[in-house]
């Protein structure tokens, strides 16, 4: 019996040293730093820069050292010209930040079977709760080539410089949600004689 108790804690010990790997959290180039989010409504330009590498390195593994290209508040409707996809939001828009990056990255979005690399990281941080509300990501930049030179050529602002001085005013209201309307009862098909 002693010996079936033993064989059962090896196993087990092994299961778990092997769950531990495979969830690389013994590789420190994915961090797993547990990115935690939080308000940037107040937050410097150096502060959603910090969010933003803290955010990438807990759920993406960094493969060299980012640079952060741009970080700016931006709206919703610019998001076009930049060749951003469309984001709705279910009340009041909420200040935005737009980060970008270049590094060497391996990324898994939901539906993709494994990792794949990508150069540049693109983020849309909602600085009402601190996350991205938008993500992208790309190889070669190919997609975004209008947006990677504009943020090549982009002035940056200081660090200590607010991101959005109006952003500490937001209130973001009642939730908005489309409540669909009870169905109206209506008359039953006849059945039909058995």
């Known amino acids: 019996m002693r010996k079936f108790g033993l064989v059962m ?19 420190p180039a994915t961090a797993q730093s547990g990115f935690k989010p939080h308000s940037l409504l107040t937050a410097s330009v150096a502060d959603v820069e910090k969010a933003a590498l803290e955010y990438t390195q807990s759920n993406y593994t960094v493969l060299a050292t980012p640079k952060i290209l741009l970080t700016r508040s931006i709206t919703k409707q610019e998001f076009p010209k930049l060749g951003l996809s469309e984001v709705g939001f279910g009340g009041k828009e909420p200040p935005l930040a737009l980060v970008v990056m270049e590094g060497k990255f391996e990324v898994q979005f939901p539906g993709m079977a494994k990792p794949e690399p990508a150069k540049y990281l693109f983020y849309v941080f909602d600085l009402n709760v601190g996350v991205p509300t938008l993500t992208k990501a ?57």
């Open 138 to 194: 790309s190889e070669y930049g190919i997609d975004y080539e209008n947006l990677i030179m504009y943020a090549k050529t982009f002035t940056p602002l200081a660090g200590d410089q607010p991101i959005d001085p109006n952003a500490k005013y937001f209130d973001p209201g009642p939730i908005q949600t489309a409540v669909p309307a009870a169905p109206t009862p209506g008359p039953s098909a006849p059945e039909k004689p058995k």
């Open 9 to 27: 804690l090896v196993l087990l010990l092994a299961v778990l040293v092997a769950t531990a790997v495979n969830s690389k959290s013994f590789f």
